[in-house]
C-alpha cells in the first residue's frame, strides 16, 4: 500500500529554534501534500495544501512566514517551523494524495506525525 | 457551517463484543465520506471511503454505512480485538475539485481484555 513517511518522529526545542520536518511519499508520486495541526483530543485542522511545483494554499488563520512550505519535488515536501515558540507545541501530521481523475475520491495517505515540543 | 459530529465520545467494550459509531454531518456539497482509525500518537489509516451513490462499504472487521438522505454513517466493528483500541474518525470530503476535508473529532474505542 501507499506509504507516508514523515521525519522527525519527535521534537524538543527551545523557544526561537526553526524546526524543519520532511513529508516524503515512498512508493508513489504525490501530486499534492497537505499539512494538518492537532492538538489534544481535538479533531486534524488542516493548515495547507500544496502542489508539487507551485506555492502552498495556506488556510485561513495560518501564517505563511511562521510556516514555511516547500513541496519540490513528487515525493518531498518540507514544513519549516520558524522562530517556534511554546505555543507552536503541538502533533504536526503530514498527508499525500496521488491526484488523477476523480481526484476528491482520491485517498489520503498520512505520515505517522511528528510532536514538537517547545520548551 | 461544515459540521461533522461523531458519537459517542468514547467507548468502552469487551474483546469480542461487536459495536457501531456514528457519524452525522452537514457538509455541502458533499463528495465522499471517510472513516480512518487513528492510534494515539499516529498518523491516521484509511478503513472506508464512500461515495454518494454507495451504501455499505466493508473492509474485514469493519462495515461503513451511508445515508446521504439523512446524512449519516456509521461504523461497524465486529468481533473486537485488543488492537482494535483506537480513535475512530468520520471525514467528510467537499467536492470542490480539490481534496478538502472536513474532520469529525472522533470515537475513543477501548476494547477490553
Known amino acids: 500500500g501507499a506509504v507516508v513517511s514523515q521525519h522527525p518522529s519527535r521534537v524538543i526545542c527551545k523557544s526561537g529554534t526553526s524546526v524543519k520536518i520532511e513529508c516524503r511519499s515512498l512508493?508513489?508520486?504525490?501530486?499534492?501534500m497537505f499539512w494538518y495541526r492537532q492538538f489534544p483530543k481535538q479533531s486534524l485542522m488542516l493548515m495547507a495544501t500544496s502542489n508539487e511545483g507551485s506555492k502552498a494554499t495556506y488556510e485561513q488563520g495560518v501564517e505563511k512566514d511562521k510556516f514555511l512550505i516547500n513541496h519540490a519535488s513528487l515525493t518531498l515536501s518540507t514544513l519549516t517551523v520558524t522562530s517556534a515558540h511554546p505555543e507552536d507545541s503541538s502533533f504536526y501530521i503530514c498527508?499525500?494524495?496521488?491526484?488523477?481523475?476523480?481526484?476528491?475520491?482520491?485517498?489520503?495517505?498520512f505520515g505517522d506525525g511528528t510532536r514538537l515540543s517547545i520548551l | 457551517k461544515n459540521q461533522v459530529e461523531q458519537s459517542p465520545q468514547s467507548l468502552i467494550i469487551l474483546e469480542g463484543k461487536n459495536c457501531t459509531l456514528q457519524c452525522n454531518y452537514t457538509v455541502s456539497p458533499f463528495s465522499n465520506l471517510r472513516w480512518y482509525k487513528q492510534d494515539t500518537g499516529r498518523g491516521p489509516v484509511s478503513l472506508t471511503i464512500?461515495?454518494?451513490?454507495?451504501n455499505t462499504k466493508s473492509n474485514g472487521r469493519y462495515t461503513a454505512t451511508l445515508d446521504a438522505d439523512t446524512k449519516q454513517s456509521s461504523l461497524h466493528i465486529t468481533a473486537s480485538q485488543l488492537s482494535d483500541s483506537a480513535s475512530y474518525i468520520c471525514v467528510v470530503t467537499l467536492n470542490t475539485g480539490f481534496q478538502k476535508l472536513v474532520f469529525g473529532t472522533g470515537t475513543r474505542l477501548l476494547v477490553s481484555p
Open positions: 498527508s499525500a494524495s496521488g491526484g488523477g481523475q476523480a481526484y476528491s475520491n482520491q485517498p489520503q495517505h
Open positions: 464512500m461515495t454518494f451513490s454507495e
Open positions: 512508493d508513489f508520486q504525490a501530486t499534492t
